[in-house]
């Protein structure tokens, strides 16, 4: 099966600064990989996500980038606020096949921003 | 819209009472998802249906029981829980079972004594 790592397991920074969160993928054929936001005793909220045609996309602060070749993915948040405090889950999902529905997850990155 | 709403927020039970959890979702998914979530870590799948059949059970103990009655709707029936089963059970949507963006509801927050 598809094997997700994240990094780095905690993120500090400062109000205003850049924040770069990392996962890597093992399955080539992982074509879908959403990135999740969990804010304390809530769900995770769908952020923004890419497909593997695509090599980046942007949202206002939000990025995502994709390397295929090298089988990773990272999320850029800039001129981070207090409010990006949360956990943040990265995934993978192989649209079809027999992975039917299943989203891998990284183990998550707690961020901290700093007043 | 993209909202799942679940109930209820908060439960607390005893080892021998019998509950149910329900979500639903008014956004014409047609796969509907249970996840089970520890504390600092991902969600965990446990149950997935895909137009109103169970097409994944990931090899979850019988205590849990889930149940589709419409494709709005949702249940995870439990009984007999044991306090390791205490964590946050999350239900989730997307527009079919074979891919794409699945859309998380608040959750709820299981505590098993």
């Known amino acids: 099966g598809e094997n997700v790592e994240q990094h780095p397991s905690t993120l500090s920074v400062q109000e205003g600064d850049s924040a770069v969160i990392k996962c890597t993928y093992s399955?080539?054929?992982?074509?879908?990989f959403p990135w999740y936001k969990q804010e304390l005793g809530k769900g995770p909220q769908l952020i923004i996500d890419i497909r593997s045609n695509v090599g980046e996309k942007k949202d206002q602060r939000i990025a995502v980038t994709l390397n295929k070749t090298a089988k990773h993915f990272s999320l850029h948040i800039t001129e981070t606020q207090p409010e990006d405090s949360a956990v943040y889950f990265c995934?993978?999902?192989?649209?079809?096949?027999?992975?039917?529905?299943?989203?891998?997850f990284g183990r998550g990155t707690q961020l901290t921003v700093w007043p | 819209d993209t909202e799942v709403t679940q109930t209820p927020k908060h439960l607390v039970m005893g080892m021998t009472n019998k509950k149910s959890l329900k979500c639903e979702q008014h956004m014409g998914h047609r796969a509907m998802y249970w996840y089970k979530q520890k504390a600092k870590k991902p969600p965990e799948l446990m149950f997935v249906?895909?137009?109103?059949?169970?097409?994944i059970n990931e090899s979850v103990p019988s205590r849990f029981s889930p149940e589709c009655p419409n494709s709005s709707l949702l249940n995870l029936h439990l009984h007999a829980l044991q306090p390791e089963d205490s964590a946050l059970y999350l239900c989730a949507s997307s527009q079919d079972a074979g891919g794409g963006t699945q859309y998380f509801g608040p959750g709820t927050r299981l505590l098993v004594l």
């Open positions: 249906y895909s137009y109103e059949k169970l097409s």
């Open positions: 399955d080539s054929a992982s074509n879908y």
């Open positions: 995934a993978a999902l192989r649209d079809r096949g027999s992975t039917l529905g299943r989203l891998y």
